[in-house]
């Protein structure tokens, strides 16, 4: 018979989060599939477990899991783990349980900590539709793009952002969704210096900026879902190249604000990409 994979979620921050029966799971499995082996051979350590690990990751996973399938067919089991939290939220993963499932491998999650959910409990903001978007671009062009494609979205919206680009996603998030649209940042959740504050978008932009929000650690953003009358039926996009024709981009911009609603520095970044398009 073949063995068990294990999906297992382990702390986000504070250690104890661990479960009991995460911890078990841990001691007794015969390989423990981790996303960075120095980072969870620490957390063995302080379990006191010695486990095998082996190496999964975002560069390797195609691979690797080609190998764990084959002893898993052998019949040994395998905890699969990430640096933090439940696996395969923006982690990797997710060949490995497709290829088991494949296989007719059982699965088997042992839920626990996530940033997605631990943030979206304390958020303040609506909880019966949500969705879960990683990481935006990284760049301004990209990612102003990438959110107005959910601006009008009615759903709680969640995203993870680097320290380093906080603000930016900030700041574009005020010029795609609104300065008074509602939101909550969560730094460092269950760690010492968690912080949990709910605002608008604009707030949360003005605390960041002053240093009110600090900029180090990790950082969740969910965002309020958009007002049933606030999409636009209108094409933008086409409107924005029949206004280009004879206008500049900025009036081009302003006035197609006016007719759909839109944010207008979100609209002339989005001219400028097209015009960028077509020139290319």
């Known amino acids: 018979m073949s063995g068990t994979l294990f999906v297992v979620a382990t702390p986000i921050g504070n250690l104890e989060d661990l479960s009991p029966r995460a911890r078990q799971t841990l001691a ?6 981790a996303e ?29 899991a080609q190998s764990l399938i084959e002893q898993l067919m052998d019949g040994k089991s395998v905890a699969l783990v990430s640096d933090a939290g439940t696996p395969l939220v923006s982690d990797p993963g997710y060949r490995l349980v497709r290829a088991a499932h494949a296989n007719g ?26 969705g879960f978007e990683g990481f935006p671009p990284a760049k301004t062009a990209a990612r102003c793009k990438w959110l107005q494609a959910r601006a009008a979205d009615g759903r709680t919206l969640l ?15 005020v010029d795609v969704f609104g300065a008074d649209r509602e939101a909550f940042l ?11 504050r709910r605002a608008t978008l604009g707030e949360l ?11 180090r650690g990790e950082f969740v953003i969910a965002v309020h879902g958009a007002e049933d ?14 206004l280009a024709e004879t206008l500049p981009p900025k009036k081009a911009a302003a006035i197609a604000a006016r007719v759909t609603g839109e944010k207008r520095n979100a609209l002339y970044q989005r001219l400028l ?5 077509v020139d290319t």
């Open 205 to 215: 932009l003005d605390e960041v900026s002053n240093g009110t929000i600090i900029s």
């Open 105 to 130: 491998i059982a699965v088997s999650p042992l839920p626990g900590p996530s940033a997605v959910t631990a943030a979206l409990s304390v958020s303040g903001l609506p909880t019966d539709r949500f």
């Open 186 to 196: 969560g730094r460092e959740l269950t760690k010492l210096h968690e912080q949990c």
């Open 159 to 173: 995203f993870f952002e680097a320290v380093h680009r906080i603000a930016a996603t900030l700041a574009d998030m």
């Open 28 to 33: 007794e499995v015969d390989l423990v599939a």
């Open 273 to 277: 990409d097209i015009k960028s398009d």
């Open 229 to 242: 009358n606030a999409p636009s039926s209108i094409d933008a996009d086409r409107l924005l190249r029949e």
């Open 36 to 64: 960075d082996t120095r980072h969870t051979g620490r957390l063995l350590s302080h379990l006191g477990v010695k486990t095998p690990q082996f190496a999964l990751h975002e560069h390797n996973e195609a691979r690797a």
